[in-house]
């Protein structure tokens, strides 16, 4: 029997078939003949009628083709074969053909095909054609209307192309290619719906820095400053022995440096203020902008101050949805099983690891996406990838809460080291639109070693931009210290927060009891562990609404949404400010007992992550003075090391009688005198944990980070005589501070200490980040320098010439060791005149 004859005696069967099955067949049919050309378009027109019943149609589709004759049959018949065969699979590879005047009836030919294979991209489809100006909103408008299916719509648009030519149809083609490639994001339409609900909430959370908000209008985007990025130096790197700096904001998800490439979680780590939530902050603004990332479907990102505070057990489920961005109760399943089904697809991060208070333990397994369980194993089962295999989590902390059952699932670790010289300036220019201030600035900064030091850190390069004005009026009386920063900037909140008060006024006077109100409150949070505070807790501190609008605390961008007033959550500016606030409490108490500040310095104390306090029991309860001794020891150890520092600094010379003027303590020399014999006897300890020196062997010290600690306190009081008798007992030929965390904020320190050592020693100062401006705080000191070891320091051929112009005049000066840093040709001329005309010059590695 021919074609011919078996569809017309097949007629009533075909039509009852058609009837029976969906319209979607029917059109898919309808597909196939197109591409076959065995129907016009005006055919196509007649057959695919809007509105017209399906019986109807199919009956002229027959007449149509048995008038056609044997050949459009037997083509009727292969595709309703085609049609059947379920298993036919649209795959992603298309052949377009070089001659580019084809590619619209390449479009027809692959007609079937191109429509499964684009029915559930749709809306990003039309997107890319939009952006390349094929098409109208219009028109897109026309194709989205929401009686088609999704594949009515990728028709329509077909029929819509093949009017617009080549050039239309060869950006679809590229599109499609793009799909296969994965160069764009294979996210259905459903999907893609929730991601943009998602960026849209990303992108106004990562639009502000913290900050920034409220006092003045400051994009991420006009801000943002690269930060020195390093992968530290690591035996089991794959490619990596030696560490590798400055590397930019996307290399965290290149493949260099990988330790484990089995792992998911990739590690930053950094010091207070270095810019770990700015720098995750940037990550979601790039991505959420489409400037960058697009291969990520999606990024959840998380803060672990706030999941601290979740106490109910929840899901994988629940923790992305609720937590950060809700879809349609109806889409639910499908996005979730996307999520599961694409790990590689999503982003995950954890900010401020270090305030999630539990112990990392890998010891209980939770494996299940939609069981709920304690935040915690939540957390745990992600970064172990027990759950979300192969999703990539960016988890960032400061760098001692990292312990060995963590770094075993490490993919990659970066560090953080703040900005560099360039960095600096870079961002003073950001800040400041009139290029004059800025240069003003930049000058000040550079002609002030200490600050020069203090503004590689980000925060401190906040606090001196945003105090230019007072720092310009301080004339030769420039800070010297993180503290002197501090009050400064204390100041310039406190004068703009009243413009009755004229610059000249006392206004630490005027203000004190705003500042006593939210140093208990800082102090109260910090020996608790909190650094979110319910606006209950903040008026039961007594702080008022003049306090609020001093601007040092702010909404907790983490916590309070759009919620009525009794509702908020505030947090400090910074926990910086945190700290800051809790030193000042501590200074210009009385009842702030003895044994507090001996607590405060006591500096062999174990790190504590217990003490869990729960948001929902956010209650602070008044410290009585014969607590807080004990209560000092539930302070997380760097927050108390920054306050203990502050502590220090508020007692050197120049704040010391500013204090006095202002609060009049009464116990203010007692407190001075007793934090100067803590920092003594704590040099003095780690003085007597030298082992002595073997036969023929060098006696030699090795510090540990408190050691260093301990000399930023000193420098903080500003006392030569305390720095002179701190190191007066040092009788050592080598002193070790490899990995000490040491950048130029501790070089200033040291530099200050270490010269008043009373004979040359070797300093091994290797596997820090001391960099250029490190280089110029140290040379005070390095004249009492025999051998100098600046192994993996970042420091380039700037710093090193500055080095080498003092070399020479330092007599005890022989060794110098400089492997890995970033030194080329340039600095080869200064090491050359060094090597000719200083004689007693042994050794350069
Ligand atoms: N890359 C950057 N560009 C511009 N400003 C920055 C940058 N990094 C940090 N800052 C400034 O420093 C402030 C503190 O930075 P951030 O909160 O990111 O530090 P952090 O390392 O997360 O600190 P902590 O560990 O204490 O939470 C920011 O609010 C911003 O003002």
Redesign the pocket.
Known sequence: MSSLQAVQTNRSYLVSTFIRGSVEKYEYLLDHLLSENVLSWEDYEVVNLVGQPLSTLVRQLLDIVTCKGETACRHFVDALHKVEDSAEEAGICLQPPEESSQLSQYLQRERPRIVKLIHNYVNAVLQHLLEHRYITRNEIEQIQLPIFTTSQKARRLLDLLRVKGNEPARCLIEFIHNLGEGIVEQVTDVCLAYQTKLKTTISAQSKF????DGSENMC?ED?????VLEIPENPNNSDNMQGSPNQDLLSIFNAQGLINNKADSILIL??????????L??IQHLWADGQALQNFSFIFPFTCRRLYCITKPLSLKALLFEQCCWPPDQLQDKIFQFILDNPRKVLITF??F??FKFAFTDDSRHCSPTEPTGIAGLVFNLIQGNLMKDCLKVV?S?PDVVNVSLRKYVRKEMH?KG?SEE?IEF?MR?HHSNPDTAKDIISLVKANSSLHGLCN???F??IVSKCHKQLINCGSKTPQTMTDMYVLTLKHFLHHSSTRLKVTENVLLEKVNSIKHLGKLALNGLCQGLYVFSYHDVAKEGITEEDLTLGFLVLSRNFSDEKPVSSQYYEF????FQCFFAALYMIMNDDVSSASLHQLFKWNRKPTRESRVKISHLCLQPILPRQRKSFLRNIEIRNLQITATFVAGLLSNALYSNLVDSWQPIKLSTKCKIIKRCLTKGIQKHFNSIPPALKDEKKSMHAMPDFVWLIKCIYELQDMTLSEKAVQGLDIDHLKMTYCGIGPTECTALAYVLKHLKKPVGMQLDHNSIGDIGIEQLIPCLHKCRALYLRDNNITDKGLCRLMEHVLHWPNFQKIALFNNRLMDECMNSVAYVLKHKQNFLSLR
Do not use: M, N
């Not at 820095?209 to 920034?212: A, H, M, V």
């Not at 801000?223 to 930060?227: G, M, P």
């Not at 950094?270 to 720098?279: E, N, R, V, Y």
């Open positions: 820095l913290s900050t920034y991420l801000i943002y400053t690269q930060s950094g010091d207070a203020g270095s810019g770990k939530s700015t720098l902050q940037q900010d401020g270090d305030e960032t400061r953080l900005f960095g961002f950001k850190i980000p925060v390069c906040w500016l910074h926990i910086t």
